[in-house]
T-cell receptor
Framework: RKEVEQDPGPFNVPEGATVAFNCTYS??????FFWYRQDCRKEPKLLMS???SGNEDGRFTAQLNRASQYISLLIRDSKLSDSATYLC???????????FGTGTRLQVFP | DGGITQSPKYLFRKEGQNVTLSCEQN?????MYWYRQDPGQGLRLIYY???????QKGDIAEGYSVSREKKESFPLTVTSAQKNPTAFYLC??????????FGQGTRLTVV
């Protein structure tokens, strides 16, 4: 089983739609969690950190469920510019080892 | 400006040659990482280093080597033992379980 798993998609949604991605992790010693965005042929960039209490940044909401070992990302009112690959990242306790999921591709169409 | 710099942006290698990819950061980060990304795929960890003069193998270390003689620098050598080196290579740095920052990547092509 992979340490971090994501549905690769693609998710094809119309502008204005709400879309949600999940990411599961296998190591219960995972300590920190992030969502990154990667545009085609570019480096990943931090979208948001994921806190235990959940957090929101504009149209984006991230949540963590430690009991079920998954994190989620919700995007409301999708824009064309949201089209990208979304990567979840887990850091294992005491190791600083960053583990990436394979990414979920989102395509927003007019 | 603080940041992480990879060079070169594009690199062509003949079969059988070793090449070294540069990664430099001035963020004062302790941890540095090298990832490989193939088209349409996720990031796979090659090597990472938590501190100067120490590094650990990631999931796909075979055919690669690294050094961490300085905090700011974490070069990656792609050796001739790496049979399929054509890929996008990404370097990142972070500190104490915080988010990682990436360089712009190096595209390596074997010709």
């Amino acid at each position: 089983r992979k340490e971090v798993e994501q549905d690769p998609g693609p998710f094809n949604v119309p502008e204005g739609a709400t879309v949600a991605f999940n990411c599961t992790y296998s190591n219960s010693a995972s300590q920190s969690f992030f969502w990154y965005r990667q545009d085609c042929r570019k480096e990943p960039k931090l979208l948001m950190s994921v806190y235990s209490s959940g957090n929101e940044d504009g149209r984006f909401t991230a949540q963590l469920n430690r009991a079920s070992q998954y994190i989620s990302l919700l995007i409301r009112d999708s824009k064309l510019s949201d089209s990208a690959t979304y990567l979840c990242v887990v850091i294992l306790t005491f190791t600083d080892k960053l583990i990436f999921g394979t990414g979920t591709r989102l395509q927003v169409f007019p | 400006d603080g940041g992480i710099t990879q060079s070169p942006k594009y690199l062509f290698r003949k079969e059988g040659q070793n090449v070294t990819l540069s990664c430099e950061q001035n963020l004062n980060h302790d941890a540095m990482y090298w990832y490989r990304q193939d088209p349409g795929q996720g990031l796979r960890l090659i090597y990472y280093s938590q501190i100067v003069n120490d590094f650990q193998k990631g999931d796909i270390a075979e055919g690669y080597s690294v050094s961490r003689e300085k905090k700011e620098s974490f070069p990656l050598t792609v050796t001739s033992a790496q049979k399929n080196p054509t890929a996008f290579y990404l370097c990142a740095s972070s500190t104490e379980n915080t988010e990682a920052f990436f360089g712009q990547g190096t595209r390596l092509t074997v010709v």
